[in-house]
């Protein structure tokens, strides 16, 4: 079966995995443009050199069972090491956030910079329009994104499917990365919950990371809700105040200061895993399905490709997949 997986994150490239390994075709559109999602590294050139940051996901926990053994799998390719300082059962990529979903990436057919406008449905197959064109035809369509960006392409042709997705309302985090001359004076190099910094980190207390002295912020989803439409800049200002306040630091002036504004960065806790209609051949997953982290949104990948897998066409409607 051609299959078409919209998003390329950590969900849609799980899906994929599973789907290919069965002998199918998946042919993945990704609007970003490269791999990463919510799991991404951002790469600048400063005047105190090269500086990357996980401006996404800072680590991620592995505590179901199926998710360790992937996890340890990655361990032993080196993609990724344990991170205890983040946490019981935390782990972080190496050398950076987005190494994993960067090396299942290499591995399928993944078309970056492709936006997707509007699926289409003629004579029992699919088509994908997108900013580059119609992709196509496919005999299914998945949809890997995060759930205020399902909503829109399911709407037309699963109505319980857009409505599971448009109750998922996420809640947004603004995240500023700023890099400073020369290291800060202070032995921590993680806080949480001070002021409205939710998280603070700094990219020296993670493995194989550059020498750099970058620190990646991100404010409360408070916070960031009241002040989603806010300029960059007035962002990043508010966010550096706010980080040496928190570290009870004179200010200093960054070399560089980057702001992201993550509209979707948190869904609820769901217990759906993943949705799939056989009738159709349509099917969702990602975090929103599942919880707000990294390792929910590989499980409702996996739990979707299962439910396509064991279920066949000819069957009715679109329930959660067990
Ligand atoms: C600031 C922040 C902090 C976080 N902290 C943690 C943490 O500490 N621990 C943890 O486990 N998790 C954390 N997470 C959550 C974790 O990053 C996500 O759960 C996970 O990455 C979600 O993966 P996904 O594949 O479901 O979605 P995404 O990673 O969002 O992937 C969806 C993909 O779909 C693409 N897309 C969207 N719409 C379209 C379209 N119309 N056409 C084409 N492509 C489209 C996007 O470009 C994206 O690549 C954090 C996330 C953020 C933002």
Redesign the pocket.
């Known amino acids: 079966m051609r299959i078409a997986i919209?998003?390329?994150?950590?969900?849609?490239?799980s899906c994929a995995e599973e789907l290919v390994l069965a002998g199918h075709q998946a042919v993945l559109?990704?609007?970003?443009r490269g791999p990463?999602?919510?799991?991404s590294t951002r790469r600048i050139t400063t005047v105190c050199g090269e500086a990357s940051f996980d401006?996404?996901?800072?680590?991620?926990?592995a505590r179901d069972r199926t998710f360790r053994q992937a996890v340890a799998a990655w361990e032993r390719r080196g993609l990724v090491q344990p991170w205890p300082i983040?946490g019981l059962e935390a782990w972080v990529g190496v050398p950076s956030m987005n190494a994993v979903v960067k090396d299942m990436a290499s591995r399928q057919d993944v078309r970056w910079n492709?936006?997707?406008?509007g699926l289409v449905r003629e004579g029992g197959l699919w088509s994908v329009a997108?900013d580059t064109g119609l992709h196509g035809p496919f005999e299914a369509v998945m949809v890997?994104?995060?759930a205020e960006?399902a909503a829109p392409?399911l709407s037309l042709h699963d109505l319980e499917m857009a409505r599971a997705a448009s109750l998922a309302k996420s809640k947004p985090?603004w995240?500023g990365a700023f890099v400073f001359a020369d290291p800060l004076q202070t032995p921590l190099g993680l806080f949480r919950d001070r002021g409205i910094i939710a998280?603070g980190v700094a990219n020296r207390i993670k493995p194989h990371r550059a020498s750099a002295e970058c620190w990646v912020v991100?404010a409360d989803s408070q916070w960031s809700t009241d002040h989603l439409e806010r300029p960059a800049p007035e962002i990043a200002a508010a966010l550096l105040d706010a980080f040496f306040q928190a570290l009870e630091l004179p200010r200093v002036a960054p070399v560089e200061a980057v702001t992201h504004r993550?509209r979707?960065?948190?869904p609820p806790e769901s217990s759906l895993k993943s949705l799939w209609n056989p009738t159709l051949g349509l099917g969702a997953?990602?975090?929103?399905l599942l919880g707000?982290?990294?390792?929910?949104?590989w499980l409702?990948?996996r739990s979707l490709a299962r439910a396509v897998l064991s279920r066949s066409f000819a069957s009715v409607s679109s329930r959660p997949a067990s």
Not at 29 to 32: A, I, R
Not at 36 to 39: A, E, F, H, L, T
Not at 55 to 61: E, K, V
Request: hydrophobic letters at 40%.
């Open positions: 919209i998003g390329a994150g950590f969900a849609g490239l559109l990704d609007k970003g990463g999602g919510r799991m401006h996404g996901a800072p680590y991620f926990t983040g492709t936006f997707a406008q997108t890997a994104t995060p960006q392409l985090v995240s998280l991100h993550w979707y960065a948190f997953c990602g975090d929103w707000p982290r990294a390792e929910c949104a409702s990948g």
